[in-house]
């Protein structure tokens, strides 16, 4: 039991190929690219949810954030795809690894506030220093700030990464409860299916709002630097 | 020589099985010709399930389906120590 819960997180590897490539670029199958105004039913539904999304996203940035708009919109679909796939049975889910959540966190968050930086350099460091704060506690509070800056990227990339594994290992544990349970009494056997399924429900939501969540502080990162 | 030209343009199913070994060496093995050979698997079944007026669930339930069974195979090993057998 101990062993059997966490091999499903190892990286995929088939006689020493790197399978994970594979599985990191399959959700790109699913999204079919069309140059016609009318299109068959996928490409039109995707379409119209990239419209939503990208319409929710990106009303509140100005000209110079809305560049970004092709990024944070893949983005979503990359995380929200991956997560989804990632509830089929026996199947690898990349964004569970802290390194590739890392790897779109850092260069994301630091491209928004080198931009910020770079551009608005005033703007960006009394970033560091809310309006009316007292005076003895300035230095106290700038430091706070800092490190309440360098730790953006390390929270996205951990939540999304803590989130994800919890509910596949809480699915994990509560179906192996489930399948022990039905020889001993299976009344017990059938309330912890209820919650198994009412688990799956939540997951499902967790999936895309996660990935809702990641999209949406990066695009406010962006926000407070453009 | 006539039957090689016949060879090259027959599809996989009309091939008699005597021909199978030459017709499978005559493939093009290049990586341009198997990323061509991804290529039109892929179109082609676009094209049958997906691409259509009113396409169905189906079209991306194969794939998913396909993609779970695929996930089985490579983790079988693991899985074996997993049945319900007396001695694993």
Redesign the interface.
């Known amino acids: 039991m101990n062993e ?1 819960l966490f ?2 997180f190892i990286t ?1 590897m ?1 006689l020493g190929l790197p ?1 994970v490539t594979l599985i990191i670029l ?1 959700p790109s ?2 999204f ?1 690219s069309s140059n016609r105004l009318i299109n ?3 490409v039109s539904l995707q379409q119209w949810a990239l419209q939503l999304m990208s319409k929710q996203m990106m009303s509140i940035h100005n000209t110079k954030g809305q560049t970004w708009t092709l990024m944070l919109m893949s983005l979503i679909l990359f995380i929200g795809s991956t997560n989804l ?1 990632g509830l ?5 889910t990349p964004t569970t690894q802290l390194s590739m959540n890392l790897g779109m966190a850092i260069p994301l968050w630091a491209g928004a506030v080198i931009t910020g930086f770079r551009n608005k350099t005033k703007a960006s460091l009394a970033h560091f220093l809310p309006q009316g704060t007292p005076t003895p506690l300035i230095p106290m509070l700038v430091i706070i700030e800092t490190i309440s800056l360098f730790i953006q990227p390390m929270a996205l990339a951990v939540r999304l990464t803590a989130n994800i594994t919890a509910g596949h290992l809480l699915i994990h544990l509560i179906g192996g409860a489930t399948l022990a349970l039905t020889s001993i009494s299976p009344t017990t056997a059938l309330i912890t299916f209820i919650i198994l399924i009412l688990l799956t429900i939540l997951e499902f939501a967790v999936a895309m709002i996660q990935a809702y969540v990641f999209t949406l502080l990066v695009s406010l990162y962006l926000h407070d630097n453009t | 020589l006539a039957s090689l030209m016949n060879l090259m343009e027959k599809k996989l199913l009309e091939v008699k099985l005597g021909e199978l070994p030459s017709w499978i060496l005559m493939r093009d093995f290049t990586p341009s010709g198997i990323a061509g050979a991804f290529q039109r698997g ?1 179109y082609r079944y ?1 094209n049958k399930y ?6 169905s669930i189906a ?2 339930s194969m ?2 389906a396909a ?2 069974f695929l ?2 195979c ?2 079988y090993k ?2 074996k ?2 049945r319900l057998r007396k001695y694993h």
Do not use: A, I
């Open positions: 059997n091999t499903s995929p088939m399978l399959f199958l699913l079919p068959n039913r996928l796939l089929l049975p026996h199947s690898f | 892929y676009y997906v691409n259509v007026k009113k396409g079209g991306l794939v998913l993609y779970v996930n089985y490579r983790s693991e899985l120590h997993e």
